[in-house]
């Protein structure tokens, strides 16, 4: 079941699929016609369509760019050939796919023609529709997740250089307040001994005012009183 060594390479994907039992092919759907008789020759001498198994053949140096696969499930195979670079995994998510659709929807009920559409529509879905390959899908979501992230962490330390900041700030304002502190309690000593030093002046003052009172005061009454004394002619 080899290809012919001056077949073209077509394009990456899945480019033959059929359904088949030990009698023969029963549905199929190919962009490659070679690959018809490979599988001919593969159905009649290389499967046992008694035993459930899946299997694929690759990397032999005649099968030119392609790669064979096939589920064999209730005597039923499902086969499909793709090029050689095309993931394996894909191909056979692809026969998973055609083997509940076929055993659900069209086994036993000569619905041949329908069929092939399908198979015709699922090998162009599995061979270039991204969302086909699960894994891929799932390396996408984890690039994303990863950006998303890289994002939240790029903002946590934008956060982080904003709360620094303000943390900063908050200690310049500190130091400044206990400056303020500092200097208000200075002013506050140095008003209490302006006041001291008024007050004792003041009380300074007074005392003297008083004292020059009290003097004059007895001045006058000595003066008063020596005048009284005196007696007239």
């Known amino acids: 079941f080899f290809l012919n060594d001056q077949q073209i390479m077509p394009s990456p994907g899945i480019v033959y699929s059929c359904v088949a039992d030990s009698s023969g092919v029963i549905v ?12 001919e020759v593969l159905l009649e001498s290389s499967i046992d369509f008694l035993i459930d198994h899946k ?17 064999v499930d209730d005597e039923i195979c499902y086969l499909s050939a793709a090029t050689q670079d095309f993931p394996q995994r894909i191909c056979f998510a692809f026969l998973d796919d055609i083997k509940r659709e076929y055993t659900a929807n069209f086994q036993g009920k000569n619905k041949n023609q329908g069929f092939q559409k399908y198979l015709n529509d699922r090998m162009e879905y599995f061979s270039n529709n991204p969302e ?16 998303i992230m890289h994002g939240n962490v790029e903002k946590l330390l934008q956060r982080g250089e904003a709360i620094e900041g303000i ?27 302006e006041n001291a030093k008024m007050c004792a002046c003041l009380v300074a003052l007074i005392i003297f005012i008083v004292l020059v009172v009290l003097t004059v005061t007895g001045v006058l009454i000595y003066i008063i009183g020596f005048s009284g004394l005196v007696i007239p002619k």
Do not use: W
């Not at 199929?28 to 599988?39: F, G, H, L």
């Open 28 to 39: 199929s759907e190919s962009d490659n016609p070679m690959i018809d008789n490979v599988v």
């Open 55 to 71: 299997k694929s053949f690759s990397g032999h140096s005649k099968t030119k760019g392609h790669t064979i696969q096939y589920i």
């Open 132 to 147: 086909a390959d699960k894994l891929s899908g799932l390396k996408v979501k984890v690039t994303e997740i990863t950006d």
């Open 167 to 193: 943390e900063s700030r908050a200690e310049e304002l500190r130091v400044k307040t206990a400056d303020f502190d500092r200097q208000a309690k200075r002013l506050k000593c140095k008003m209490c001994r």
